[in-house]
Every structure is written in structure tokens, then in C-alpha cells.
């Protein structure tokens, strides 16, 4: 490509990035999944077997699923105003990925404080530092979704972002699921819980392997046809688990199902990302705004709650079958509560860390013109759901495919931690948790997926049409 032909590209919006400037995207998901992929996949098992919150080792599964959904209304307040501040303002050191920074101390400072045991098994201190966690999480992710789109226009380009911001997400995964339970008994002095880890080291190795290849599959089979394939791998790999843990199989047929089960959720959940861009591309085909922090707190509202629910489920259905937590001296697990401070606070740490190389190495260059963003209202986050069909499937998308996800990385500790010393009732419910309520959610996430109307064809005619619009208005 000639040099005339790629800054006319680039004055339309479709702009190349170096590999530096990918990465250094994709490392804020990295960065997240340190702290809130921490956060969300062990705040149920520190707050029933660690922090025991409420102080009965019986009711604390219950007290905190109650909890992660309290906080989840919250979010329905507090994420429309951040998207429509964020969308109308355009702070000094970038609109969008200022608040990398701004967002990123008060989560890191937060997320330590919740994973302090000094007031334990106090409610409120648990409530007040979730509460604020979560407030700092919507200031960091809404922007940091808005910047994807924000970076080019170019279909390619956007499907190489995801694919290296899902593989730097699904290495934040690593060191959360496969490595955090070595790191917090070598910090506490305990037993190495050596199932556990190489459980999850066989569930993360197709986040590692497979998620770069992404753009290739869906090359190879279409994008409909990828998420069909992989969320039926998912199921295969969910049924192997089932009846690995109904036969108390030998421990490769458990790292054998989770690694299936894996391979289908990476991809399915990974993939994902990549139709937000587009959405926001149709809503501003549609309405000539193009509110990316508006789509992005309405699909990280979805991503949140699906979150929620699934670490809220496995309480509820767990309390109710009966479970007890083991004492520390009894667990698999490691439970030393300074041993959990000091862990996750490095994770935290670095995390934030990242978040400052992601914020040196972005540039917002398809945004909207100031004088558009005047009119942006919190009105609008409701607005563009109803009238946004696309956006109403991938939001839809994301409640399920989240609840999926982390319905079964919540209740692995459980799987994992003797489970055949717990009454069958509380056995089979977590065999549920972990495997078949995952399932159905699978075929569920095929049928909405079914509905999503944009192909890569639609897409790209969208965003040219866009550019010839905007090209017309500079010359008019």
C-alpha cells in the first residue's frame, strides 16, 4: 500500500496500528484480569472458607451471594452516569484512557482492602469495600472498552486487538487460576494444593494456545459457525466433568474435561468482544453518535452482572444443599488470611502497574466531534438499548456467557477441595454448579448468538457508509 493510499485510509478512520501499540491495548486486559478477574472468581471462597463472613461457616455462601447481587443494582445506577461523564467529557490526557489512571488507584486500593481479614467476618466492611471496588472497576473498564473502537475502524485490525487482548487476558487467567493457590501457600507456609493447581493449569492451557488463532477460525468457519462449534465443545467438555465426578474418576479424566470445556468457553467468550466494536459502529450508522463509553457501560453492566450472578449461584445452591466449610486445617486449600492479603495485593499491584503502560501506549483516534458530545444525556443508555437491536443480542450474550463462565471458575475451589468428605446433597450441587447449570447456559448462548444480525460484509459496508457520510459533512 502506497503512503497516499494509507493516509487516506487513516483520514477515514482506518488506521494500522505497530504491534507495540497493539499490545500495549491489550495489556490493560491483562491488567483487569489481575484485580477483577481475582476479585470475581475468589470472593466467594475467601468469604466462605477464609473471611467465614457473618461468622457461621453454614451461612456465609448465602450472606455473600446476597452481596454480589446488592452491589449489582448499585451498578444499574452507577454505570449509566459513568458512561454518558465519560462520553461528554474529554479530560486533558485522553478521553477515554485518562481514566486508566484516574479509575485504576482507587480499584487497586479497594480490591486489596476487600481481601483484608483485620475485620473479619464483619458484613459491612465487606459490603462498604465491594461497593467501592465495583464503583472504581466501572471507571476503569467502561473507558477501556470505549478505546478499542476508539483506536481504528478497520475490521482486520479490530479482530487482531481482540485476539491479542483476550490472549493477554487469558495470561492475567493463568497466573489467577493456575498459579494464585501456589503463590498464597507458598506466602502462608502451607501445603502445596498440587490438584487444584494442575486442574486449572489444563483448563488455561487453550486460553494460551488456541485464543491467537481466533482470527483464523473464524476465517476458516464463519463467525456464527465459531461460537456453535466452540460452545458445543464447551458442553462435551462440561458432560466428561460430570461423570468424571459422579465415578470419583481418576484425577486426569478431571483435567481432561476441564481442558474440553475450556477450549469451547475461550473462544466463545473470547470472540465475544470483538461485536461490541461493531454494534457501536451500527449505532452510529443509525444515529450519526458514536457513544462508545454509552455501549460499553451498557454491555459492562451485562458483562457485571453476569459476573455476579454467576459467583452469587453457586452460594445459594451450595448453602441449600447443606455445605459446610472445612477448618484451615482440614481444606485442600490454603487459608491463611495474611497469606490472602499479601498475595492478592502484589496481583493488584502489578496490575495497576499495567494499567500505566496501557495508558502510554493508546491513542483515541475515532471518537466523537466535541460538539456532538453536548448532547449526550444518561437518558441514553436506556435509549440506545431499545433501539440498537445488535447491541440488545450481544448484551444478552454477555449476561449468560458471564454467568457460564463464572458460575463454573467460582465453584472449581469447591470441586477441588474434598469434595467427597461433604454430605452427596452438597456434592451434587456442586457438580451442578461446575457442570451441567454451565451447560444449559451454553445452549442458551448458542440461541441468542443466533440472532445477532451483523456479518463482517454488513460491518464493513457500515463503516465505509459512515466515512462517506462524514466526508460529505468536512466538505459541505
Known amino acids: ?11 477515514k478512520g482506518f488506521y494500522k496500528l505497530s504491534w507495540v501499540q497493539r499490545f500495549g491495548f491489550a495489556s490493560g486486559d491483562l491488567a483487569q484480569n489481575l484485580i477483577y478477574q481475582t476479585v470475581a472468581s475468589q470472593l466467594m471462597f475467601f468469604c466462605t472458607d477464609v473471611y467465614i463472613l457473618g461468622g457461621d461457616r453454614s451461612k456465609a455462601a448465602g450472606i455473600t451471594s ?11 445506577v452507577w454505570d449509566p452516569i459513568v458512561g454518558a461523564f465519560i462520553d461528554k467529557n474529554h479530560p486533558r490526557w485522553g478521553k477515554y484512557r485518562s481514566y486508566l489512571i484516574i479509575g485504576g488507584i482507587p480499584l487497586t486500593v479497594f480490591s486489596a482492602l476487600t481481601f483484608w481479614n483485620k475485620f473479619a467476618p464483619s458484613v459491612p466492611y465487606i459490603y462498604i469495600t465491594y461497593i467501592l471496588l465495583s464503583l472504581s472497576y466501572t471507571l476503569v473498564n467502561v473507558p ?53 493447581i494442575l486442574f486449572n493449569l489444563f483448563g488455561n492451557i487453550p486460553n494460551l494456545c488456541i485464543v491467537p488463532f481466533m482470527p483464523a477460525i473464524k476465517n476458516l468457519i464463519g463467525k456464527k459457525n465459531m461460537f456453535y462449534v466452540f460452545l458445543t465443545v464447551a458442553v462435551a467438555g462440561n458432560a466428561i466433568l460430570y461423570v468424571a465426578s459422579r465415578m470419583n474418576a481418576n484425577d486426569w479424566w478431571y483435567r481432561i474435561g476441564n481442558l474440553i470445556k475450556s477450549t469451547g468457553v475461550c473462544v466463545a467468550t473470547g470472540y465475544q468482544w470483538a461485536l ?22 451498557i454491555t459492562g453492566l451485562f458483562f457485571k452482572a453476569g459476573f455476579a450472578l454467576g459467583g452469587a449461584i453457586p452460594g445459594w445452591i451450595i448453602q441449600a444443599s447443606g455445605y459446610v466449610s472445612p477448618p484451615a486445617g482440614e481444606s485442600t486449600l490454603p487459608k491463611d488470611p495474611m497469606a490472602w492479603f499479601t498475595t492478592l495485593s502484589i496481583y493488584f499491584v502489578i496490575g495497576f502497574i499495567i494499567l500505566v503502560f496501557c495508558f502510554t501506549q493508546t491513542k483515541e483516534r475515532v471518537v466523537m466531534e466535541e460538539g456532538q458530545t453536548n448532547s449526550v444525556k444518561v437518558s441514553d443508555f436506556w ?26 471458575n467460582t465453584s472449581n475451589n469447591y470441586l477441588m477441595n474434598d469434595l467427597y468428605k461433604q454430605k452427596a446433597s452438597a456434592q451434587e450441587a456442586i457438580r451442578w454448579t461446575v457442570c451441567v447449570i454451565p451447560a444449559i447456559l451454553a445452549i442458551i448462548c448458542m440461541i441468542i448468538i443466533s440472532r445477532y444480525s451483523l456479518t463482517d460484509e454488513k460491518i464493513e459496508k457500515i463503516n465505509k457508509e459512515i466515512e462517506e457520510r462524514n466526508a460529505a459533512k468536512d466538505s459541505a
Open 276 to 297: 461490541v466494536p461493531e454494534v457501536i459502529s451500527y449505532g452510529e450508522w443509525k444515529t450519526g453518535r458514536r457513544i462508545s463509553a454509552i455501549v460499553n457501560a
Open 144 to 196: 477501556y472498552g470505549a478505546i478499542n473502537s476508539s483506536l481504528t475502524r478497520d475490521n482486520d485490525e479490530i479482530t487482531m486487538l481482540t485476539s491479542l487482548r483476550m490472549w493477554c487476558a487469558n495470561i492475567g487467567c493463568f497466573f489467577v487460576y493456575t498459579l494464585l493457590f501456589l503463590f498464597i501457600a507458598i506466602v502462608g507456609g502451607t501445603p502445596i494444593p498440587w490438584d487444584m
Open 1 to 11: 500500500m502506497s503512503e497516499v493510499d494509507k493516509r487516506d485510509l487513516e483520514a
Open 66 to 76: 446476597t452481596l454480589m447481587l446488592i452491589v449489582r443494582f448499585v451498578d444499574m
Open 383 to 408: 435509549t440506545e438499548f431499545t433501539r440498537n437491536p445488535p447491541l440488545v443480542v450481544v448484551s444478552l450474550f454477555f449476561i449468560v456467557s458471564f454467568v457460564m463462565q463464572n458460575i463454573s
